[in-house]
Nanobody, 116 residues
């Protein structure tokens, strides 16, 4: 079992920045890739960014050049640095861990609100 706890969400004005953190605990040796997803009201949950154990990253087109995902293996933490935030980035952001056995673990989510 892997437990994930997100933090760092909040209210920010358009153009501002936030950094989200996702701390993993439990069977962390079983974690392969980790990612950040978001879900806005009335919309489906979507991938924002992901990072593999080896450090390869992938981003949604809508956040490329503005968001950066990084991983501190020593601290078992994944970060999402979000710059140049837009009102359309408003959503609940979730951290996900993809485990080597094919299962997934999700965090509880953290709200990000960007005001115009």
């Amino acid at each position: 079992q892997v437990q994930l706890v997100e933090s760092g969400g909040g209210l920010v004005q358009a153009g501002g920045s936030l950094r989200l953190s996702c701390a993993a605990s439990g069977s962390i040796f079983s974690i392969n890739a980790m990612g950040w997803y978001r879900q806005a009201p009335g919309k489906q949950r979507e991938l924002v960014a992901s990072i593999t154990r080896g450090g390869s990253t992938n981003y949604a087109d809508s956040v490329k050049g503005r968001f950066t995902i990084s991983r501190d293996n020593a601290e078992n933490t994944v970060y999402l640095q979000m710059n140049s935030l837009k009102p359309e980035d408003t959503a609940v952001y979730y951290c996900k861990a993809a485990l080597v056995n094919g299962l997934r673990s999700w965090g509880q989510g953290t709200q990000v609100t960007v005001s115009s």
